[in-house]
């Protein structure tokens, strides 16, 4: 399969890629993020262990990793008035996996940027302030994390 575009070509930034270290242990890290995500505006509607079901579903032996879907529900209302089809990438993932014990990296990309650049949501105005919004929720979650 030839892919439509050149991933070399596109820059984090065009895809509001974020990421950060913590020093804690995961358990302590998940509910670092949980809480911070909380404070800023995000609620977190849903959550899960990928490698706690991989390691009991396929013995995987997979090192601690975890998901919280984060939502802030004004602009997930404002994001699917612009396009219904937003709703296919919901929720706004926070990615924590262990790097090593007592080392956590913190992992999130927009999904209302990758929307954009699929074309599931259009480059219009409408969509930059969305984006722009979810934009500083974002940024301010991780100053707070990276000054933790």
């Not at 396929?58 to 997930?76: E, I, S, T």
């Amino acid at each position: 399969m030839t892919l439509p575009i050149d991933p070399t070509q596109i820059e984090p930034e065009d895809y509001g890629e974020h990421q950060t270290t913590l020093e804690m242990d995961h358990e302590a890290a998940i509910e670092f993020v949980r809480d911070v995500c909380t404070d800023v505006g995000f609620g977190i509607p849903v959550e899960f262990s990928p490698s706690e079901m991989l390691n009991e579903k396929v013995d995987a032996d997979r090192d601690p990793y975890y998901v919280l879907g984060a939502c802030n529900p004004a602009v997930a209302d404002a994001v699917l008035d612009v396009t219904p089809k937003m709703g296919g990438l919901f929720p706004c993932n926070m990615v924590i996996w262990e790097e090593e014990p007592g080392q956590q990296r913190v992992y999130h990309v927009s999904i209302m940027k990758i929307g954009r650049l699929l074309g599931i949501a259009p480059d219009d105005e409408a969509m930059q302030g969305i984006v722009d919004q979810t934009g500083e929720l974002v940024a301010e979650t991780f100053e707070r994390l990276e000054a933790a």
